[in-house]
């Protein structure tokens, strides 16, 4: 059934930048400092969040009436584990897919605390999505400092200076 659920999240074949209102990338963090009552929750606040309400008339009352959206758990500079591989929310039941995929496995965990690596594994990311967004945003979740990789503040000047918003959790 999980594999069934992962095929039906397989991003749609886009014609050159399917054009959407957002591409949001969720990076999660999963490193050894997160105790499973913390991942839990994050994980459970962004499936929650996605099937709200209130977020989904949002998405529906956009220009395109549609988001384009993907999650992945990082912790070290090498550490990232993609959840939920580009998709597109434009209806609840859309949402309630990428909400059960998030939730589908436990959560993925290693060593080390690399922002600056979740960073740019997420710039990288909309490179390949396939989709172009009116806006581009990162939310970032974290609870420790950068103790591996590059320096945080080059990585964040990089994505800002391509447009792309930093949400820092």
Same mark, same amino acid.
């Given at each position: 059934?999980?594999?069934?659920? %992962?095929?039906? %999240?397989?991003?749609?074949?886009?014609? !050159?930048?399917?054009?959407?209102?957002?591409?949001?990338?969720? !990076?999660?963090?999963?490193?050894?400092?997160?105790?499973?009552?913390? %991942?839990?929750?994050?994980?459970?606040?962004?499936?929650?969040?996605?099937?709200?309400?209130?977020?989904?008339?949002?998405?529906?009352?956009?220009?395109?009436? +549609?988001?384009?959206?993907?999650?992945?758990?990082?912790?070290?500079?090498?550490?990232?584990?993609?959840?939920?591989?580009?998709?597109?929310?434009?209806?609840?039941?859309?949402?309630?897919?990428?909400?059960?995929?998030?939730?589908?496995?436990?959560?993925?965990?290693?060593? +080390?605390?690399?922002?600056?690596?979740? %960073?740019?594994?997420?710039?990288?990311?909309?490179?390949?999505?396939?989709?172009?967004?009116?806006?581009?945003?990162?939310?970032?979740?974290?609870?420790?400092?950068?103790?591996?990789?590059?320096?945080?503040?080059?990585?964040?000047?990089?994505?800002?200076?391509?447009?792309?918003?930093?949400?820092?959790?």
């Amino acid at each position: 059934a999980v594999v069934g659920a %992962l095929v039906s %999240l397989a991003p749609v074949p886009a014609a !050159a930048q399917e054009a959407v209102d957002v591409e949001l990338v969720l !990076a999660v963090d999963v490193s050894l400092s997160m105790s499973f009552d913390e %991942l839990r929750i994050q994980r459970d606040g962004y499936a929650a969040a996605l099937t709200h309400r209130q977020v989904l008339d949002a998405i529906r009352d956009g220009v395109h009436g +549609r988001i384009a959206v993907t999650y992945f758990e990082w912790a070290g500079d090498q550490s990232q584990y993609m959840v939920v591989p580009w998709t597109i929310i434009a209806t609840a039941e859309d949402a309630r897919k990428v909400a059960d995929a998030i939730s589908a496995n436990p959560p993925n965990s290693a060593r +080390r605390t690399s922002i600056s690596g979740g %960073l740019r594994y997420a710039h990288d990311l909309f490179a390949e999505s396939g989709f172009r967004g009116m806006k581009r945003v990162i939310d970032i979740s974290g609870d420790g400092p950068n103790n591996q990789g590059e320096w945080v503040d080059t990585v964040r000047d990089e994505v800002v200076a391509d447009g792309i918003v930093i949400n820092g959790l």
